[in-house]
């Protein structure tokens, strides 16, 4: 996911993943993770959103968010 730059800071960014998360518990998923650069400051709004660091290496995080409660 990306927003130029010049349409950032206008919450598309958050109603994107918002969308995809919505979504993607309406299909019964139970979690979702992605990979981000660590130099990139999104890493920062992930964990904003619920996002917990998985694994690291040199470069990237890889994150993940649970979507239905595990009981």
Not at 13 to 40: H, P
Not at 57 to 70: D, F, G, W, Y
């Amino acid at each position: 996911m990306a927003v130029v730059k010049e349409y950032r800071a206008k919450g598309i960014g958050k109603q994107l993943l918002k969308t995809l998360i919505d979504n993607l518990k309406n299909d019964r998923f139970k979690r979702i993770s992605l990979s981000v650069d660590k130099a990139n400051f999104a890493h920062i709004f992930y964990k904003n959103y619920g996002f917990v660091n998985y694994l690291e290496t040199q470069k990237s995080i890889i994150m993940t968010k649970e979507l239905i409660e595990i009981k």
